[in-house]
């Protein structure tokens, strides 16, 4: 159990503060997002929760389609995710860029490569608190990187807050029912 990084020097990432996600605040000159949602108690779920997050199950009920190059999250690994659907599908390439598979915490971070709309760093972890609640955090820091995501202006933020905040709904529902 532990935290992995991924110290590779020839990565393509699109952004300077690798990691970034792991701590607070933010790096400055980017949106800035932290959605927290409580989506259940006890050990049980917070495994089930851990194991959907690292496996990409939740990313895929969420609604969007994954092509990952390992079953799992994997430090220094592409990822593939898609928006959309059939040639409307917005590609968005990335790398898991760490890992954590502690005692109360599981989750991961992918940050931006060549070809995705958006420069920065997102995470996913999934937190079992000191009083058994379990709890689903997405951070991230992005700025635009694209015509489209600058044309979006105002609405890119509120998307990536609707996603986030989808991520937990969705998670609850995995682990409950």
């Keep these: 159990m532990g935290s992995t990084d991924a110290p590779d020097p020839a990565s393509r990432l699109t952004y300077p503060e690798v990691g970034a996600t792991r701590r607070w605040p933010l790096p400055a000159g980017y949106r800035r997002l932290r959605v927290r949602t409580r989506i259940g108690h006890g050990r049980g779920t917070?495994?089930?929760?851990?194991?959907?997050?690292?496996?990409?199950?939740?990313?895929?009920?969420?609604?969007?389609?994954?092509?990952?190059a390992d079953p799992v999250a994997t430090p220094g690994r592409p990822v593939v995710v898609g928006l959309g659907v059939?040639?409307?599908?917005?590609?968005?390439?990335?790398?898991v860029v760490w890992t954590v598979a502690e005692e109360t915490r599981t989750g991961f971070a992918y940050g931006t490569l060549p070809g995705h709309p958006e420069r920065g760093e997102e995470s996913f972890l999934v937190d079992l608190e000191p009083d058994g609640s379990v709890v689903l955090t997405v951070t991230a820091f992005s700025r635009p990187d694209s015509w489209f995501s600058r044309a979006g202006g105002p609405l890119v933020p509120l998307f990536q807050r609707a996603y986030a905040r989808r991520c937990g709904r969705v998670l609850r529902r995995w682990t409950v029912g």
């Design 46 to 68: 917070f495994e089930a929760a851990g194991r959907a997050v690292m496996d990409w199950r939740m990313h895929r009920a969420v609604g969007v389609s994954i092509r990952a």
């Design 86 to 95: 059939g040639r409307l599908r917005l590609r968005a390439p990335c790398e």
